[in-house]
């Protein structure tokens, strides 16, 4: 089982990484999301309003270095990175999840997607880290 894990979260931090990728593709484009189904359901808002940037960088950056750093860290085997990066980012997504329920009003489905993610990665590096030695 202990191998295991650090299969799940390489396999789960490619995902991320493909998301991140696609979040900062529509970022840089502007195109129309095709996640954006109405005024609640709608990436277009988060792409390009106040969540876009973080501390002036492009929101997904943040996500796509920390999923290239947990496929690393489950890579090369780091469980002790591997849950530093994933409690960062879980933190980061609580945060950014915060800001578009409650003060956009606006639910991005790719967004959530990443979120779940990241908890789940945070999950199964708890279970690594807790794995006997």
């Known amino acids: 089982m202990k ?3 650090y299969k799940y979260v390489e396999v789960l931090s490619c995902a991320g990484i ?3 990728v ?4 529509e970022q840089i484009t502007q195109l129309p999301s ?3 189904i109405n005024a609640t359901i709608n990436c277009d808002a988060i792409i390009s309003g106040p969540v876009s940037t973080t501390l002036g960088i492009p929101t997904p950056l943040y996500g796509l270095f920390g999923y290239i750093v947990i496929f690393l860290a489950a890579y090369f085997r780091q469980k002790g990175l591997m849950l530093a990066v994933a409690t960062g980012g879980v933190a980061f997504c609580a945060w950014i ?3 578009e329920i409650f003060l956009l009003h606006v639910i991005c489905p790719v967004c959530i997607l990443c979120q779940v993610i990241m908890l789940t990665v ?3 590096a708890l279970l690594q880290r807790k794995a006997v030695q």
């Not at 696609?22 to 593709?25: I, N, S």
């Open 22 to 25: 696609y979040l900062l593709w």
């Open 97 to 99: 999840a915060y800001q």
């Open 3 to 5: 191998r295991d894990i």
């Open 18 to 20: 493909a998301l991140a």
């Open 122 to 124: 945070f999950t199964l």
């Open 34 to 36: 095709v996640c954006s």
